[in-house]
């Protein structure tokens, strides 16, 4: 996938600088990327890297993510009132249902909101085992790691914060030989993105780009951003 996306992002702009980010599972894929890309001798300016877990964080948590947590985390993005609880007892069509039927009362209109959220659960599975099964080699270069500040319901691997903060950055510091730079964003992992979450994140980003392409041009570069 980082691959492909490399592919692309050089079908546009063959050379670096780069700037490169991605959230939650698009870390991961951003953070290949900016490594195949280094690796051929391409110039990275930024990687962001938006609140993701370590493939190595990733593993200690899989064994508790069965279907009905994962279908929680989905209706947990849609602000939806269902809790893995609800759904361990019921059977597979049975959870879907009852999620559905909570996005219809919420309001969220679907053709097929039961095919929508199958559809989904199988996204997020195919992510899941690619994760699993991703055994990064370090970036030799500097990431900046942006973390939400809040836990949310779902977030797994942050069951106090303070130790899920020390997670993610020792996690991360083992892959980025350069060094990792902290930014806090307030809202949970689902919430960062979002108002007025965002508005703070982007200010953050955009800091960040910022710099990158003005230590770039003191290098005598010129630089265009890339997404990942």
Request: charged share 25%.
């Amino acid at each position: 996938m980082a691959a492909l996306y490399a592919q692309h992002v050089r079908s546009v702009q063959p050379q670096g600088p780069y700037l490169l980010g991605g959230w939650s599972f698009g870390g991961l894929v951003a953070f290949e990327m900016a490594r195949q890309l280094a690796a051929q001798e391409l110039e990275v300016a930024l990687l962001a890297i938006l609140d993701s877990g370590t493939p190595e964080m990733e593993r200690e948590v899989e064994q508790r993510m069965d279907d009905a947590a994962l279908l929680a985390i989905l209706a947990h993005e849609m602000y939806l009132p269902v809790a893995s609880a609800d759904l361990r007892p019921l059977d597979a069509e049975q959870r879907l249902r009852f999620a559905a039927d909570y996005m219809e009362k919420a309001g969220l209109v679907f053709e097929d909101p039961c095919g929508y959220l199958r559809r989904q659960l199988e996204i997020f599975k195919h992510r899941n085992r690619a994760t699993l099964a991703y055994d990064p080699e370090p970036y030799a270069g500097r990431v900046s790691l942006f973390i939400a500040s809040k836990v949310g319901e779902g977030d797994e691997y942050k069951r106090e914060e303070a130790k899920a903060h020390l997670d993610l950055l020792q996690s991360w510091s083992k892959l980025a030989t350069r060094g990792v730079d902290i930014f806090y964003v307030p809202g949970s992992h689902h919430e960062i993105a979002r108002e007025p979450n965002v508005q703070v994140l982007a200010e953050l980003l955009r800091n960040c780009m910022d710099r990158a392409v003005e230590e770039d041009s003191l290098l005598g570069n010129t630089t265009a951003v890339s997404g990942g």
